[in-house]
């Protein structure tokens, strides 16, 4: 099943953290959760902190510790393809946090929303008998349509509302390459 994913994060520095995850499974179930940070975790930015809302004190007073989320993360998704719009970021949080609980690194993949909206046009053209080779340029405006909505769009900055944006926007591909079709 797919799942979109997405981190708020300490900072975007180097020894930056996860703070806070969120996924949507394409069958509508959420998860959401604050991580209480590691001992070792320490790298703090007011900015960061300014735009997605949760401070520290707030981590440590309703997250949930790290190792708890971390673990929840993989029973519940590692059968999955988890989906994230900035992916080498919130990779780096994933492995993180999954280093960090003693897990490994790579217990769980993400991959590219780009990639699932590709796949969802294509199956969208082939579901309408197209070779989806012979329609390309239809293809990359389609795509290039989603990509832009998805900038326009001001991000929650806070995880679970931000991998919702991502669902919706993969869901509407196929009514989008059908209107594509009918006015081309």
């Known amino acids: 099943m797919i799942v979109f994913l997405d981190f708020e994060a300490s900072s975007l520095g180097k020894r930056g953290f996860p703070v806070e995850v969120g996924w949507i499974f394409e069958d509508g179930r959420t998860e959401n959760h604050l991580i209480r940070p590691a001992p070792e975790w320490d790298e703090w930015s007011d900015e960061a902190e300014a735009i997605h809302g949760l401070s520290r004190e707030r981590l ?3 997250g949930e510790p790290h190792d ?3 673990r929840r993360m993989v029973k519940v998704l590692a059968d999955h393809d988890l ?3 900035a992916p080498s970021w919130d990779g780096q949080w994933l492995s993180r946090l999954l280093r960090a609980a003693g897990l490994p690194r790579h217990a769980l ?4 929303t780009e990639e699932a909206r590709r796949d969802a046009a294509l ?5 309408a008998g197209l070779d989806p080779a012979a329609h390309d340029p239809l293809l990359a405006e389609v795509l290039e349509a989603v990509a832009r909505e998805g900038r326009a769009a001001n991000p ?3 995880a679970v509302e931000d991998a919702r944006r991502e669902m919706d926007l993969w869901r509407g591909i196929p ?3 059908a209107r594509a079709l009918r006015a081309g």
């Open 60 to 62: 440590a007073r309703e």
């Open 68 to 70: 708890a989320v971390a």
């Open 83 to 85: 989906y994230a719009s």
């Open 109 to 112: 993949r993400l991959r590219d």
């Open 123 to 127: 199956t969208a053209l082939r579901a």
């Open 156 to 158: 929650a900055h806070r």
């Open 175 to 177: 009514a989008r390459v």
